[in-house]
């Protein structure tokens, strides 16, 4: 089990010398503090706030990505991804967050490794890991501060430019495969609050990750897409449930070091389970239902019991429909999921072999299209009693029950493989809007079926990117205005460049 921990530093007050101050200057210098702090003290920093607070894992995670994606639902109107509806504010959550916290941390550890000479696995991990903060920034945004980002303390840079998805794509995969080249010896230490000094796995994360930004191409670039998964693959990505890349939170104390989802559950009772995704999951009898799902009443956990709540109704509405109210549907199944110190996931085997099993399928990988697509149903399925302590375990025989109900379509398997990445990212919530915005599985319907939502923002269609703050417009208008004419227009309904 993963411990975090703390990290307390104490900034000093830095003085300036004018003539009077001459032969006093040792007088101004704390013997007692340090010049700079420890970089492997800042690389459990960056780990958790890459994981996030109760912000923007509430609002761009929750509120938006997970309700668009038909995992949970919600009447509560200031759910806006439920009735794409607009709010500034939870919309760009992660923008705002990320980049004074994820990027600036990341960007001073590299300043900091390459003012030292350091080009060893310290290194490698801050380019996979810089890789990793960016592309979720992109996927949700599109064309983003990137190659000036980060540098207002390092080069003075306070308006930085907008670079396009697909030069910053080209450069994550490229800076991902440097970073593998460099990973040697273990650095650092307990501040590794991913992989606590595995760098075998750290290299498996890497190829992993550059194969999950590979695969993200295939519409817009399919050429590159295929060298890079191939690439990815032949180095050697996870291959089993015990190299999947998350943090181990724990209960407290409150902000960094907690779950932010767990926060959420702690501050807001108002989600429920899609009707979709609970269709989904009944329809194939699968045996995750009673962990992923608890009825919000009772808390029983019996698929019997269990019915998801329709995406895109407030409450009036639903009650007026359907005869019931939020309680009557279930729930994430808080004895799983809600606690503050359950872990964040970032990405998992299962993910990988799906990948996998699509670029059989395509034909850029020799293995088996089959074989992949049941690896990852079950390492789907039993990852969760791995990571999550009150998940009860699936066994062998029940996924092989499961599959042999529900066999994979060989000659068109690409819903299929797709549909199970979906459940498999539950809690991931970025990464599920960004596949299904690639691939198009699951197959679904604006406001899950229901009748359009009066007053959305995206004339019914399912939104397709979070926007910009309307802060840049102001605050770095040229840029701003570069990426605008660029892209399109700072709506909801925009798609990125890969989305194209």
């Not at 407030?314 to 994430?332: C, F, I």
């Not at 390492?379 to 999550?388: F, P």
């Not at 990445?421 to 919530?429: D, I, K, Q, S």
Request: charge should be negative; charged fraction near 20%; hydrophobic fraction near 35%.
């Amino acid at each position: 089990m993963k411990k975090i921990y703390l990290i307390l530093t104490v900034f000093s007050l830095v003085l300036t010398s004018c003539d009077f101050d001459k032969g006093f200057e040792e007088m101004n210098v704390n013997p007692r503090a340090a010049a700079q702090l420890d970089v492997n003290n800042k690389f459990a920093s960056v780990f958790l706030r890459t994981s996030g607070g109760r912000y923007e894992n509430w609002r761009t995670s929750l509120i938006y990505s997970s309700n668009i994606i038909q995992h949970f639902s919600s009447t509560a109107t200031y759910w806006t991804g439920n009735f794409y509806t607009l709010n500034q504010a939870y919309s760009t959550s992660l923008f705002d967050r990320a980049y004074p916290e994820q990027v600036k941390e990341i960007e001073d550890i590299i300043f900091q490794l390459t003012n030292d000479g350091v080009s060893d696995t310290q290194m490698g991990v801050a380019r996979i890991w810089r890789a990793f903060i960016f592309h979720r920034l992109t996927d949700l945004y599109g064309d983003i501060p990137y190659s000036e980002a980060g540098k207002g303390y390092i080069d003075g840079i306070l308006t930085p430019a907008y670079d396009s998805q697909e030069s910053i794509y080209l450069d994550m995969l490229s800076e991902i495969e440097g970073g593998i080249a460099q990973l040697g010896a273990n650095t650092l230490g307990s501040s590794d609050l991913i992989f606590q000094g595995d760098v075998d796995k750290w290299r498996k994360f890497g190829n992993s990750l550059m194969l999950r930004l590979a695969m993200r191409l295939t519409k817009a670039d399919p050429t590159t897409a295929q060298a890079w998964a191939q690439k990815a693959i032949s180095g050697g990505t996870m291959s089993s449930n015990d190299d999947i890349a998350f943090i181990q939170h724990t209960n407290g104390p409150a902000g960094i070091n907690r779950n932010g989802h767990g926060e959420v559950f702690d501050a807001d009772g108002n989600f429920r389970i899609s009707k979709f995704f609970m269709d989904f999951l009944k329809n194939g009898n699968d045996p995750r239902t009673s962990i992923i799902a608890a009825r919000r009443s009772d808390k029983s956990t019996d698929p019997a019991d269990l019915f998801g709540m329709p995406n895109g109704l407030t409450g009036g509405a639903l009650e007026e429909k359907y005869g019931n109210t939020s309680d009557y549907y279930a729930e994430p199944n808080r004895n799983v999921f809600a606690g503050f110190d359950t872990p964040m996931v970032f990405q998992t085997y299962a993910e990988v072999e799906f990948l996998k099993a699509e670029a059989a399928h395509r034909g850029w990988h020799t293995g088996d299209v089959k074989t992949h697509y049941n690896n990852g149903v079950k390492a789907a399925m039993q990852m969760l009693s791995a990571l999550y302590t009150n998940a009860s375990a699936i066994s062998d025989a029940q996924v092989s029950d499961y599959l042999a109900a529900n066999p994979l379509d060989v000659a068109s398997p690409m819903e299929m493989i797709h549909t199970q990445y979906w459940v498999a990212t539950l809690f991931n919530e970025y990464e599920a809007f960004a596949n299904w915005r690639r691939t198009g599985f699951p197959t679904l319907q604006p406001f899950g079926g229901e009748a359009v939502y009066p007053g959305n923002e995206t004339n019914g269609e399912i939104p397709r990117r979070m926007i910009y703050p309307f802060s840049e417009e102001s605050t770095n208008p040229e840029n701003y205005a570069a990426a605008i004419n660029r892209q399109g227009p700072n709506n909801l309904t925009t798609r990125v460049w890969w989305d194209k």
